[in-house]
């Protein structure tokens, strides 16, 4: 159970989708709070959210028994970051609570929000982050990831940064999560809740999944419990944890130790894993990848994808496949790490950042003598450069899938051969943080 420290304020930093149950949930929480005074903050984005109307108007007790702080003009994670932290120190001043419950708005990412609570900030001496929850419409989501060759939903909202499609936000929320309220679980099938469960698990390993009606879950079983973990945080997601399982595999297996995974070392400097079950060190953090029929598996080489292909092929990804995510070595790219997305029908490309092989040498000594831990192992030739993607999916025929990854690589005669084209017939971004859509899914009618 929890671990509670004396001073400091618990926090649940709640998200979900657009009208997944979180006004619902707050108000449930704020009715059947019992001796617990809970504080509610939410940020008002105009027109899209209302909440600390609706939690004040739909619950008499929100007023008595909870404070509602209400911020405007935008999202709490960009603007409102400074507004936030302010009000978050002021109501640790002003009012007398056991616990704060922020919502930022339906479209964001609850990432930043957590961060705000930690580290050396004036609010993370007051504070502390007890439990990131995603409130996820089990409706919508069986709709969007599980739908058994029916067409998904693809509302698309606004978010920070435009327009993002729903898929990208209800993954990434899940992963993010330590804790995941099924709602809406009268809306689904038995099966449909068992399936969304699953692919939840291996979206997020460990997370805690409260199945829910009307959002009523047992305040004491969401509230009372320590989950969140500033320090692995970052590396919960499902495919976080299985890439660097494999990667660390390597670099067990390099140093002779006991127990270190052996890469499969191919042919033309391929390596492949089948399936990677990714058992890491974490405490808690199971990887059960065939639980309800979702799979997962690592497809890493060293060999550079050609362009034109590899953006042909993920741009039109099986259905099986629910999340797909990674690093990607694309010729014509020497110098820009790439980072891919999938999620659903989503699918992006992203400049992530440099490779470290292609810094000027005195950086890259420096780089490689300050983390002499790199996580991962140095090719002689190629040094970091390398393709680490991570596919979830149901009944995904992974050979299939590997054989035309395999015929994305660069061919043999390829790699003799003079690779100017590649630097100009290439769809991908060349600096980092330039992004390309491979594919977006299209608005419903
Ligand atoms: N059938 C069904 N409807 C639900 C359930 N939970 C909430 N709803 C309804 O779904 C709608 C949206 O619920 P809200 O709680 O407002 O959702 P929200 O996430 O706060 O929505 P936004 O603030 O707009 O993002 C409301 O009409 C709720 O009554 C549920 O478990 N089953």
Same mark, same amino acid.
């Given at each position: 159970?929890?671990?509670? #420290?004396?001073?400091?304020?618990?926090?649940?930093?709640?998200?979900?989708? +657009?009208?997944?149950?979180?006004?619902?949930?707050?108000? $449930?929480?704020?009715?059947?709070?019992?001796?617990?005074?809970?504080?509610?903050?939410? /940020?008002?984005?105009?027109?899209? /959210?209302?909440?600390?109307?609706? =939690?004040?108007?739909?619950?008499?007790?929100?007023?008595?028994?909870?404070?509602?702080?209400?911020?405007?003009?935008?999202?709490?994670?960009?603007?409102?970051?400074?507004?936030?932290?302010?009000?978050?120190?002021?109501?640790?001043?002003?009012?007398?609570?056991?616990?704060?419950?922020?919502?930022?708005?339906?479209?964001?990412?609850?990432?930043?929000? !957590?961060?705000?609570?930690?580290?050396?900030?004036?609010?993370?001496?007051?504070?502390?982050?007890?439990?990131?929850?995603?409130?996820?419409?089990?409706?919508?989501?069986?709709?969007?990831?599980? #739908?058994?060759?029916?067409?998904?939903? &693809?509302?698309?909202?606004?978010?920070?940064?435009?327009?993002?499609?729903?898929?990208?936000?209800?993954?990434?929320?899940?992963?993010?999560?330590?804790?995941?309220?099924?709602?809406?679980?009268?809306?689904?099938?038995?099966?449909?809740?068992?399936?969304?469960?699953?692919?939840?698990?291996? +979206?997020?390993?460990?997370?805690?999944?409260?199945?829910?009606?009307? !959002?009523?879950?047992?305040?004491?079983?969401?509230?009372?419990?320590?989950?969140?973990?500033?320090? #692995?945080?970052?590396?919960?997601?499902?495919?976080?944890?299985?890439?660097?399982?494999?990667?660390?595999?390597?670099?067990?297996?390099?140093?002779?130790?006991?127990?270190?995974?052996?890469?499969? $070392?191919? $042919?033309?400097? $391929?390596?492949?894993?089948?399936?990677?079950?990714?058992?890491?060190?974490?405490?808690?953090?199971?990887?059960?990848?065939?639980?309800?029929?979702?799979?997962?598996?690592?497809?890493?080489?060293?060999?550079?994808?050609?362009?034109?292909?590899?953006?042909?092929?993920?741009?039109?990804?099986?259905?099986?496949?629910?999340?797909?995510?990674?690093?990607?070595?694309?010729?014509?790219?020497?110098?820009?790490?790439?980072?891919?997305?999938?999620?659903?029908?989503?699918?992006?490309?992203?400049?992530?950042?440099?490779?470290?092989?292609? +810094?000027?040498?005195?950086?890259?000594?420096?780089?490689?003598?300050?983390?002499?831990?790199?996580?991962?192992?140095?090719?002689?030739?190629?040094?970091?450069?390398?393709?680490?993607?991570?596919?979830?999916?149901?009944?995904?025929?992974?050979?299939?899938? =590997?054989?035309?990854?395999?015929?994305?690589?660069? &061919?043999?005669?390829?790699?003799?051969?003079?690779?100017?084209?590649?630097?100009?017939? /290439?769809?991908?971004?060349?600096?980092?943080?330039?992004?390309?859509?491979? #594919?977006?899914?299209?608005?419903?009618?």
């Amino acid at each position: 159970m929890g671990l509670r #420290s004396t001073d400091e304020t618990p926090v649940t930093v709640l998200s979900g989708s +657009l009208g997944a149950g979180k006004t619902t949930l707050l108000n $449930h929480l704020l009715r059947n709070a019992g001796d617990r005074s809970i504080a509610v903050l939410v /940020n008002d984005m105009g027109e899209l /959210n209302v909440d600390a109307e609706l =939690v004040s108007e739909r619950s008499e007790l929100s007023v008595a028994d909870g404070t509602v702080a209400e911020l405007s003009n935008g999202c709490i994670c960009c603007e409102l970051r400074d507004d936030l932290e302010t009000a978050v120190v002021r109501l640790a001043r002003e009012r007398d609570f056991d616990h704060l419950v922020v919502e930022p708005s339906g479209i964001s990412d609850p990432a930043p929000v !957590a961060r705000l609570f930690t580290g050396g900030s004036p609010a993370a001496a007051r504070y502390r982050v007890e439990s990131v929850v995603a409130v996820v419409d089990a409706r919508l989501f069986a709709d969007t990831f599980d #739908s058994d060759g029916t067409p998904s939903k &693809t509302v698309a909202e606004g978010g920070e940064e435009g327009t993002r499609p729903i898929s990208d936000l209800l993954v990434e929320q899940v992963e993010f999560a330590d804790a995941v309220v099924l709602n809406k679980c009268d809306l689904v099938t038995e099966e449909e809740r068992e399936r969304v469960a699953g692919v939840v698990r291996t +979206l997020r390993p460990g997370a805690d999944i409260i199945p829910a009606t009307y !959002a009523e879950v047992d305040v004491e079983g969401l509230l009372g419990v320590q989950r969140f973990d500033p320090q #692995s945080a970052a590396e919960a997601a499902g495919w976080r944890q299985m890439l660097n399982a494999a990667e660390r595999g390597d670099t067990e297996s390099a140093e002779g130790a006991e127990g270190g995974h052996e890469a499969e $070392h191919g $042919h033309d400097g $391929h390596e492949h894993d089948g399936h990677e079950h990714g058992h890491g060190d974490r405490a808690g953090h199971s990887h059960p990848q065939a639980a309800y029929g979702v799979d997962s598996f690592t497809y890493r080489r060293r060999r550079p994808f050609h362009p034109g292909r590899i953006a042909a092929l993920l741009s039109d990804l099986p259905e099986s496949v629910i999340r797909s995510k990674g690093a990607m070595w694309v010729a014509g790219r020497e110098e820009t790490q790439l980072t891919y997305g999938q999620a659903g029908p989503s699918a992006y490309v992203e400049g992530s950042g440099r490779w470290i092989a292609s +810094l000027p040498d005195f950086e890259q000594d420096a780089y490689r003598r300050n983390r002499s831990d790199l996580g991962f192992e140095w090719d002689d030739e190629w040094g970091d450069r390398r393709t680490g993607l991570v596919f979830i999916g149901r009944e995904m025929d992974e050979e299939e899938l =590997v054989a035309a990854l395999d015929d994305c690589l660069l &061919t043999d005669g390829e790699m003799d051969a003079d690779w100017g084209d590649f630097e100009s017939e /290439n769809p991908f971004p060349d600096e980092p943080g330039e992004r390309t859509a491979l #594919s977006e899914p299209t608005p419903e009618e």
